[in-house]
């Protein structure tokens, strides 16, 4: 049985930052790409920060340089540094691993809210 299981999310001020980390299960961990998506209220899911099986990376134009996605292959995890946050980027934080085309999990996600 496969499972995502993201924390770390939380109520932060603007400027503030966070750490959400996705605990993967029931999957071969290494072999897959890994990724961080959001979706605010009324809006479509979006990609926030992508990490391949091999370690590189890409980001949204509207998250680069304030965050980082990692991943800890020994710990089955993949990590989202948040900095500099903004209310708009406000929403729900979902963790994706993919492997290939028929090999597609989500986690359940975790609230992440930017206010003061």
């Known amino acids: 049985q496969v499972q995502l299981v993201e924390s770390g999310g939380g109520l932060v001020q603007p400027g503030g930052s966070l750490r959400l980390s996705c605990a993967a299960s029931g999957i071969t961990f290494r072999i897959y790409d890994m990724g961080w998506y959001r979706q605010a209220p009324g809006k479509q899911r979006e990609l926030v920060a992508r990490?391949?099986?091999?370690?590189?990376?890409n980001y949204a134009d509207s998250v680069k340089g304030r965050f980082t996605i990692s991943r800890d292959n020994a710990k089955n995890t993949v990590y989202l540094q948040m900095n500099s946050l903004k209310p708009e980027d406000t929403a729900v934080y979902y963790c994706?691993?993919?492997?290939?085309?028929?090999?597609?999990?989500w986690g359940q996600g975790t609230q992440v809210t930017v206010s003061s």
């Open positions: 994706r691993a993919r492997f290939g085309s028929r090999s597609d999990y």
């Open positions: 990490i391949t099986s091999s370690g590189s990376t």
